[in-house]
């Protein structure tokens, strides 16, 4: 068919593709979740559905693509780490990009309702997550780029912790402001323990570490399949990189199974199981459906 001549626009297009052999990672984060959690109640500084909800939809992309080592979430953004030889979208940025922001998105609201009903929270507005792409050339700048991440939790939730109990104390927003202002870790962890009888350490061990998502081979109901696994872990040292060496180097261990244990009560697994519930109840009525036709057919001889 011959060209129309508006065709000639195409060539404005302009493609970016990103550079070979590094790794990418993807970060979305929450615009303006201050005030989305603000309006939709959320508890502060932490709280467990809306950090739930987060990893639910960080599930999802993980699904989407198996090109993704690992998934860090804290607070209102995730980051998602394709290997370095990822192909996906022949790695065009604005594809990659615009798509994962878009599933997360979309995502989010998928499963807004299986978390939030039980606390009858309807959405007033529609959330959105900007995204950006950047370029890891080592390991070592991708280990610290996670770390960099896990270190941020730690030190904005030290402090909204604090905080906040302050402010539950009695304290004015600007009062506790002021009462923190140019302490150290040590002190915000004695203000906590000496005022509010609080170990820092004892708290919920997702909101001192931000959650990891990672692919592994799992048993679930008899056989080997890959789950998408949340863990809560320090991944600054380097124990945590010598347990899942699958995370740097994707042959290692390819037939080691991940024996799920506290992660069981996990929105992100029991979703997983459901929906391989509904998967075998599916194929189960296909089977009977089919076997009725079958023998409904012979009846007919
Ligand atoms: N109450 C509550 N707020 C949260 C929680 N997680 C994240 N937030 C809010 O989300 C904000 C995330 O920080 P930012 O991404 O820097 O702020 P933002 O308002 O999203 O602004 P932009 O990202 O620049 O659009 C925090 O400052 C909190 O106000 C939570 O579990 N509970
Ligand atoms: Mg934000």
């Given at each position: 068919m011959a060209l129309s001549r508006f065709e000639y626009v195409k060539q404005f297009e302009q493609e970016e593709k990103l550079l070979p052999n590094s790794w990418i990672v993807v970060r979305i984060d929450g615009k303006g979740f201050h005030r989305f959690c603000s309006v939709h109640s959320f508890s502060k500084p932490n709280d467990l559905d809306a950090l739930q909800l987060m990893n639910l939809a960080g599930m999802t992309?993980?699904?989407?693509?198996?090109e993704i080592a690992i998934a860090y979430g804290q607070s209102d953004e995730y980051s998602f780490v394709f290997r370095r030889e990822a192909s996906v979208y022949q790695r065009r940025r604005d594809k990659l990009v615009s798509y994962v922001a878009s599933l997360f998105t979309s995502a989010y609201m998928f499963h807004w309702k299986r978390i939030f009903d039980h606390r009858a929270v309807a959405m007033r507005y529609p959330p959105s997550f900007d995204a950006r792409a950047v370029l890891y050339p080592t390991d070592e700048n991708l280990r610290d780029y996670l770390s960099w991440r896990q270190a941020d939790v730690h030190v904005n939730n030290l402090y909204n912790t604090t905080f906040w109990n302050l402010v539950a104390s009695?304290?004015?927003n600007a009062e506790a402001e002021k009462r923190l202002q140019g302490t150290l870790a040590s002190d915000k962890n004695e203000i906590l323990f000496s005022q509010f009888g609080i170990n820092y350490n004892n708290e919920p061990v997702m909101?001192?570490?931000?959650?990891?998502?990672?692919p592994k081979s799992v048993n679930a109901d008899g056989k080997k399949q890959r789950f998408?696994?949340?863990?809560?872990?320090?991944?600054?040292?380097?124990a945590f990189w010598a347990k899942h060496p699958e995370i740097m180097d994707k042959k290692a261990k390819p037939d080691s199974v991940y024996e799920l244990d506290e992660q069981k009560t996990q929105p992100v697994i029991l979703y997983q199981l459901e929906v391989q519930d509904r998967r075998k109840a599916g194929m189960s009525k296909a089977e009977s459906n089919a076997k009725v036709t079958l023998e409904s057919d012979g009846s007919l001889n």
């Open positions: 992309v993980m699904q989407e693509f198996n009695g304290l004015s909101y001192r570490k931000g959650t990891i998502l990672l998408i696994v949340p863990l809560f872990e320090d991944l600054i040292g380097d």
